[in-house]
């Protein structure tokens, strides 16, 4: 039963243009919602977050949106950096649960 | 380092062997999580942890794995008997245990059983 998908295992996109990672999540009491980026052989690293109670969040050139309605939410990397090539996951959670589900990655190469 | 700290980096058993991996949480942080990866597949959530509790182990196979974190000491993960198929990358997390706030993870333990 997975409750987080990422259906894009891997995205190639060219240095300097948009990256979009897509997620979809099929539990409705999911209300906190988070991106990591994951390199090999090191632990995922915290990105971005939101909350179900807004629809954007934005930090530098990462933004993450929500759609409640479609329960689906996005990554968009703008621009689009070498360095970002990297696993991204995405998870969820929520209220009265501390349990985070991850969904299982999209592989992202930036090309220069 | 202030950072989630995993020992050791890289453990080989052979089957039937248990394993015993580590995780010091970040300064401050007394909630722990632990998940696993398997090759090519995304991360399984195994136990929740707070002092001395075990709050959720439902990822948690029921034999042979444990789980542990004392009033002193770090966080541990024991597997007993270890099998090929426990062979994977192991990630330990922690967190504040406020509402909505993100994990930090260490870098993991990779075990591999040969």
């Known amino acids: 039963d997975q409750q987080v998908k990422q259906n894009s295992p891997s995205l190639s996109v060219q240095e300097g243009r948009i990256s979009i990672l897509n997620c979809d999540y099929t539990?409705?009491?999911?209300?906190?919602f988070l991106w990591y980026k994951k390199y090999p052989a090191e632990g995922p690293t915290f990105l971005i977050s939101?909350?179900?109670?807004?629809d954007k969040n934005e930090d530098g050139r990462f933004t993450v949106f929500l759609n409640k309605s479609a329960k689906h939410l996005s990554l968009h990397i703008v621009p689009s950096q070498p360095g970002d090539s990297a696993v991204y996951f995405c998870?969820?959670?929520?209220?009265?649960?501390?349990?985070?589900?991850f969904g299982t990655g999209t592989r992202l190469k930036v090309l220069a | 380092n202030a950072g989630v700290m995993q020992n050791p980096r890289h453990l080989v058993r052979r089957r039937g062997q248990e394993a015993r991996l580590r995780c010091s949480p970040m300064?401050?942080?007394?909630?722990v999580y632990w998940y696993r990866q398997l090759p090519e597949e995304g991360l399984k959530f195994m136990v929740y942890l707070q002092k001395e509790n075990i709050i959720d182990e439902s990822g948690m196979p029921k034999e042979r794995f444990s789980a542990e974190f004392p009033k002193e000491g770090p966080s541990i993960l024991r597997i007993q008997q270890v099998v090929r198929g426990d062979s994977a990358a192991y990630f330990c997390a922690s967190s504040s245990g406020t509402v909505h706030s993100p994990l930090h993870f260490g870098n993991g333990t990779r075990l591999t059983v040969t």
């Open positions: 300064k401050g942080h007394s909630h």
């Open positions: 998870a969820a959670s929520y209220s009265g649960t501390y349990k985070y589900i």
């Open positions: 539990n409705s009491m999911f209300d906190y």
């Open positions: 939101i909350s179900s109670i807004k």
